[in-house]
């Protein structure tokens, strides 16, 4: 049964600092390229952060460089996202999101997502 499981949500005040974590199950992590995806009330899921299976590899928006960190651990099949300085425009649901390729086919899984909240 695959599953990923965010965990490490809540409330924080602006300039503060989060770690996300996504624990994955059920398929071949290291084989994945991971990404964390975030969902604000009424507004579309937008892409934050992105990781190759290897871990050398990453991208962010533009709207958090510099200020997130995204990393992974192949050996305890777990994703983080270290955020900082974090901003009221940060609040959404953090989503983490798997995908593997099988040549030109490829497998997409979703967490069931934990909520970030930046307000003071």
């Known amino acids: 049964q695959v599953q990923l499981v965010e965990s490490g949500g809540g409330l924080v005040q602006p300039g503060g600092s989060l770690r996300l974590s996504c624990a994955a199950s059920g398929f071949t992590f290291s084989s994945y390229i991971m990404r964390w995806y975030r969902q604000a009330p009424g507004k579309a899921r937008e892409w934050v952060a992105g990781?190759?299976?290897?871990?050398?590899?990453?991208s962010y928006a533009d709207s958090v460089k510099g200020r997130f960190t995204i990393s992974r651990d192949n050996a305890k099949n777990t994703l983080y996202l270290q955020m900082n300085s974090l901003k009221p425009e940060d609040t959404a649901v953090y989503y983490c999101h798997g995908r593997g390729y099988s040549g030109s086919m490829y497998t997409d899984y979703w967490g069931q997502g934990t909520q970030v909240t930046v307000s003071s």
């Open positions: 990781l190759s299976s290897t871990g050398g590899s990453t």
